[in-house]
C-alpha cells in the first residue's frame, strides 16, 4: 500500500481482509464488488436494495439503491463519511481502495455514479502521531462534506492530522481539504485542489456540535471551525484555495460564527449578543415579545446555529429572563427578521429542505414562506422533545423522541400546513438523515458492519 499511515493502513487491510462488500460470506471483495469502480473499468449498475429498512410511509422501502461502507469501525468520532448537495441531487462518500481512500459521488436519483476520485492520502492522523484524546473509541476519519459556491457545488473530502512530524521535528496540525466539483465525471479523478488549514485542537470530537471539528457550508461557502487552545473559524474559497480568518472581527471577547457575504457574524462571548461588524447587530431586529431593547446594553439575543444562510437565536422575555423561551431566524446576509416563535429551543443540528422554504434547529422549525413556527419541546401534553433530523420540500420534519439513543422512536410533523402536532412513527421505523428532492437518504448500520447508505424514493 502506497498509503503510509498506521491507522488508514490498518483500516484499508482490515476492510480489504473482510470485505468491503455488502456480502457476508466472508471472501475478500474487489473495490469494484463494492460498487467502487476501480481505475479504469467500466462503471456498475446501480446497486439495488438489498436491506430493507423500516421507513416512513412516505418512503418505498424497496426502491432506490444502497452502498455499503464496510471498511468503518464500529466507533469513531468523525461525522459519518457521507454528504449530500441538494443543488445537485447528489450523495457522496469515502470508501476504500488497495491504494488508499477514495471520494465516490452518485446521482441521488437513480444511483448512478457520476465520478471516482484517485485514491488519496490524507495527513498523518493525530491517533498514529501519538496525540493524546484521539484512539479508541475517539478514531478520527475522512470524512466527506459539499459546498456551494457561486453558482457551483463541491464535493470536499476532508482528514485532521499532523504534516511533516518526523523525529526532530513536531511538525503541523492540519484539517487538508481535497475539492472535487460535483458535476465531475470519470473513474479515477483527481482533486480540482488539495488546501491544508492550520488548526490547533484540544482533543477528538465528543458529540458537541459547538465544539467538534467542523468542515461545512452553512448557507455562505464552506468553512472550518475548531475549539481548542487557538480556537478558530476559516472560510475557504473553494474556487482559488485562498482562507479567510475572522481577523479583527473575532477580537478578543468575539467568537466568530459564519462567514457572510458582509463579513463575519460574531457573537459577543461576555455578553451573547450577536452581530456583523459595520453591517449589523442582532438589536437591529428584535423579534416581538423579546425584553431587549435597542441603545440598551444586554444579554439578551444569543446565537444558535445557521442554515442555508438563516441564523437561529434565543431571546429573553419580560415573563423570564433566566431562560430564553423565544426563538427567531434572521437573514445571515442582513440582519433581517425573517420569523419567531415563543419556543425555548433545544439545539441539536440545524437543517433546512432542500428548496430553503423549511428551516430547524432541534426542536424548533419554521415554513419561512408562512412565516410560521412549529415548537417540538416537551411541555404540558407532551413528555419528551422530538429533535428534528430533516425537513422535505413538502414541509415533512422527521425527527428523533428523547435523547435519540439506543432503538429511540421517530416521528414526523407536517410543517407546511398541519396542526404541527407530531405523529409518532411505528417502532423500528428509520427517519432519514438528509431529504432531497425525490429521495431521502438513511444511515444505518451495515448488515455485516460499517455503514449503510440507502437512498428510497418518495411514493
Known sequence: MRNRNGVASAILAGALLAGCG????????????????????????????????TAPPAYAADQGWQQTLAWMPKKYSSKPPVAVGAQTDVVAYVTVSEDGYVTQ??????????????PWEPPTSMSQAGRYGYDGDWVELPSVSTAFQDGREYVVTWAHGILGEDALNKGKEVVRLAVYPADASGDTV???????????????????????LRVEDYGTGLQVH?????SGAVAVDLATGTIDTCGDSCAKGAAGEIRTGKGWLVQDTVFGSFQVPGAWTAFDAIPPGASA?????????????????????????????????????????????????PCEIRHDHA?????????????????????????????????????????TDAGTAYGTVGNGRGDASTAEVD??????????LPPGTV????ALRDTGVFLTPGPSGGLLVSALKHK
Open 22 to 53: 455488502s456480502g457476508g460470506d466472508g471472501k475478500a471483495q474487489t473495490p469494484a464488488q463494492d460498487g467502487t469502480r476501480a481505475p479504469g473499468k467500466t462503471a456498475e449498475p446501480a446497486p439495488g436494495i438489498t436491506v430493507q429498512l
Open 351 to 391: 437543517v433546512a429542505s432542500p428548496n430553503g422554504r423549511f428551516v430547524a434547529d432541534g426542536t424548533v422549525a419554521f415554513d419561512l414562506q408562512r412565516r410560521q413556527g412549529t415548537c417540538l419541546s416537551k411541555n404540558e401534553q407532551r413528555k419528551e422533545d422530538v429533535f428534528v433530523t430533516a425537513v
Open 190 to 212: 483527481a482533486p480540482q485542489r488539495e488546501i491544508d488549514i492550520p488548526v490547533q485542537t484540544l482533543g477528538a470530537n465528543r458529540g458537541n456540535d459547538a465544539a467538534d
Open 226 to 230: 475548531w475549539t481548542g487552545s487557538s
Open 431 to 434: 427517519v432519514p438523515s438528509w
Open 415 to 424: 410543517l407546511a400546513g398541519g396542526t404541527g402536532t407530531p405523529k409518532l
Open 293 to 341: 431593547k435597542k441603545g440598551e446594553v444586554s444579554t439578551d439575543g444569543v446565537y444558535r446555529s445557521v442554515t442555508r444562510g438563516h441564523v437561529f437565536s434565543s431571546w429573553h422575555t419580560q415573563a423570564d429572563k433566566i431562560l430564553s423561551p423565544l426563538t427567531a431566524v434572521h437573514e445571515a446576509a442582513t440582519g433581517k427578521l425573517e420569523t419567531s416563535m
Open 105 to 118: 459521488a452518485r446521482e441521488a436519483s437513480t444511483g448512478r455514479i457520476l465520478f471516482t476520485g484517485k
